[in-house]
Nanobody, 127 residues
């Protein structure tokens, strides 16, 4: 069974940085496409970044390009999201996910429903 456990959320001021981590159990981590999602209060969940296994590319939603960096460490079975220059509009519950498809879509990316989800970690950006 695959389990995902996020950590690293918190409350920060605008302009600050945070790094989220997601530890993924199971032997198939290197072959999974993995992704970060977020859901702000009163809004639909959106894909933030996807690390596609098929083509080795990393995709981002336009609102975080140049500020967020997603990466994976296959030795540690861990997914990361480094978030710089955080803004109040980045406030959301952030989720990691595994075993999905994603691909390019103009300036963003398409994705389908992941099979595995973490429990979420709150990120609050406020002055």
């Amino acid at each position: 069974q695959v389990q995902l456990v996020e950590s690293g959320g918190g409350q920060v001021r605008p302009g600050a940085s945070l790094t989220l981590s997601c530890e993924i159990s199971g032997d198939n981590f290197p072959s999974y496409t993995v992704a970060w999602f977020r859901q702000a209060p009163g809004k639909q969940r959106e894909g933030v970044s996807c690390l596609a296994h098929a083509d080795g590319r990393t995709y981002y939603v336009p609102s975080v390009k140049g500020r967020f960096t997603a990466s994976r460490d296959s030795m540690k079975n861990t997914l990361y999201l480094k978030m710089n220059d955080l803004r109040p509009e980045d406030t959301a519950v952030y989720y990691c996910a595994a075993d999905l498809w994603c691909g390019p879509a103009r300036e963003s990316f398409y994705y389908d429903e992941p099979n595995f989800w973490g429990q979420g970690t709150q990120v609050t950006v406020s002055s």
